[in-house]
């Protein structure tokens, strides 16, 4: 509506002046038909300038997109989101930790329902996750290279000289009187920041002042680049575990091979079990469990450590491998954990006193678990099985029996030429059975003591490719926040002005990005060493 009105005006201003041309002044009116013409034209030409006011909004709309994007505001808060998120991890267990179908059977259905449906038992794999991830990977790239540009032009081009009045206003300051030469004064002066520590020097003039300057410490406004790098870097590992990594649990025994491990997976309120195949096969040669009190269960609470021996087998050969609670095993990109244990009473050996039916002098033999004894007379006592809790009968798989109530041993003993036989060898609770008093081969047996262990290991398999790639970035996060931190960039000026009666007035200041007490007491160390030598000299 103003383009409207501004030519209305502008086409009655032309028909005035139509008008004043046959009423007096010829050229003053043809001088006004132009200027009125000229008006109409620029309005009509400006008409179409709206779109381009439409860009400048739209240009601005960007802007404060990418200004939200690299701001430190946004960087914070996700960083507090990320935080939040893994505190959530914390709390609620998670689906590849072991004991998980126990904390999910004592959730309630809705607990199930709303923890599945948000992911929380595999939230480090769920979509807000990464999300947040990467929001704050684009922040951190934005962030530094909006800073870059102001950081290089502040480094590439220090102010060697500046006002007076700016020196005298920075809280490290100093006035002082020096004699001689103003040249000679400012290469001394330079000598003497470099003494200081302050290495890169630089002499300059301007109106009539001859200035010094020096600094030390500039990368450390490069520091924050450093810090980003780093922080990438740990996101990249974290990216590359979630994506490529894989996790699962594998149950072994001695004598069992195995390339199988067992993950659980949670869709909404079920908990599924699925099998991920290994490119090697594990084979289990031996289990060991170190106890606190030897007479004591196979518990937790009585457990100084679990050992675990095993062997790889793939195309390039069989390697032995050794995996114990604070020492994992790694191989080809896997790594291997000490996990948990099947808490099922076993025995690693076994010692069993043979006792001659015809009389004589017992015999003791240590046998391990799983292996075979030849005695003199050429008879083989094989280890078969060992129960914690023993009956007649099958063994149940899901009894708890790590306390031992009645422990017992199986053997088979093979005679030259005649068929395996089965005895038995107990404790003294069970000592007065009839079947543990009936002779087999020639001999009863009685358990003396054995050796105590679980039915089975179970050691968790890690794929982690982006575990390297995490520890570079933490070991550079380190260095460079110690570079931050307990390094500074300092400046120092020195303005020397030739005063009336041939002496040289020297305004000394200087700033730091932190640290600023130590800064002021190496300042006033430099102020002191020039006045010292200005008093020597003068004496």
């Not at 709390?91 to 709303?114: H, I």
């Not at 979509?127 to 290279?145: E, P």
């Not at 003494?195 to 890169?200: E, F, I």
Request: charged share 20%; with cysteine.
């Amino acid at each position: 509506m103003n383009s409207t009105s501004r030519s209305a005006n502008g086409l009655g201003t032309s028909i005035a002046t139509h008008s004043s041309i046959f009423t007096g002044g010829r050229n003053l009116g043809f001088q006004r038909y132009q200027l009125a013409m000229s008006t109409l034209e620029e309005t009509i030409t400006k008409a179409p300038t709206e779109p381009r006011s439409r860009e400048r909004r739209e240009d601005s709309i960007l802007s404060r997109i990418l200004k939200l994007f690299c701001s430190v505001r946004l960087g914070v808060g996700l960083l507090i989101a990320l935080g939040f998120a893994c505190f959530i991890g914390m709390l609620v267990m998670q689906q590849n930790v072991d004991g998980f179908d126990k904390y999910f059977a004592e959730l309630t259905p809705s607990q199930r329902l709303v923890y599945g449906s948000l992911d929380l038992f595999d939230i480090y794999h769920a979509w807000y996750f990464n999300a947040l991830l990467a929001l704050l990977s684009l922040n951190i790239v934005l962030a530094s290279i909006d800073r870059f540009p102001k950081t290089w032009l502040y480094a590439s081009k220090p102010n060697l000289s500046v006002p007076v009045r700016w020196l005298r206003d920075q809280r490290a300051n100093s006035s002082i009187e020096l004699s001689g030469d103003s040249g000679e004064i400012a290469a001394h002066i330079a000598e003497e920041m470099k003494n200081a520590g302050w290495k890169k020097t630089a002499i300059s003039e301007k109106a009539g002042k001859t200035f010094v300057f020096a600094q030390s410490g500039l990368w450390n406004r490069f520091g924050y680049l450093a810090v980003h790098v780093a922080l990438l870097t740990i996101f990249l590992g974290g990216f590359l575990t979630a994506q490529l990594g894989s996790t699962g649990q594998m149950p072994i025994a001695p004598g069992e091979t195995s390339n199988l491990t067992l993950d659980t997976v949670v869709q909404l309120d079920q908990v599924n079990q699925i099998t991920k195949q290994l490119p090697f096969e594990i084979i289990c040669t031996d289990i060991q469990q170190k106890l606190i009190r030897q007479d004591g269960p196979i518990n937790v609470g009585n457990t100084i450590d679990w050992l675990t021996y095993f062997q790889i087998k793939d195309e390039t050969g069989t390697h032995d491998a050794f995996v114990q609670m604070n020492k994992p095993f790694d191989y080809r990109g896997y790594r291997f954990f000490q996990a948990s244990f099947v808490p099922v009473g076993r025995a690693r050996n076994i010692t069993v006193r043979l006792t001659p039916e015809t009389g004589g002098p017992t015999e003791d033999i240590v046998i391990p678990r799983d292996g075979a004894v030849t005695l003199a007379n050429g008879s083989q006592i094989r280890f078969s099985e060992f129960r914690g809790n023993f009956s007649i009968g099958r063994e149940d798989p899901n009894e708890d029996t790590s306390n031992y109530p009645n422990p017992g041993a199986i053997l088979q003993v093979f005679q030259p030429g005649q068929p395996p036989v089965t005895a038995y060898a107990f404790g003294p609770k069970l000592a007065n059975m009839p079947v543990a008093k009936k002779p087999v081969a020639g001999y009863s047996y009685s358990l003396l003591e054995f050796e105590k262990a679980s039915d089975r290991h179970v050691l968790a398999v890690q794929r982690d490719p982006g575990a390297n790639v995490v520890y570079v970035g933490f070991l550079m996060l380190f260095i460079t926040l110690v570079g931050v931190f307990f390094f500074s960039h300092q400046r120092v000026w020195a303005a020397i002005e030739k005063k009336a009666d041939g002496t040289n007035e020297i305004t000394l200041a200087g700033n730091t990005n932190r640290g600023q007490n130590t800064f002021d007491e190496k300042f006033e160390r430099f102020v002191k060493s020039l006045q010292k030598q200005e008093s020597g000299e003068a004496a």
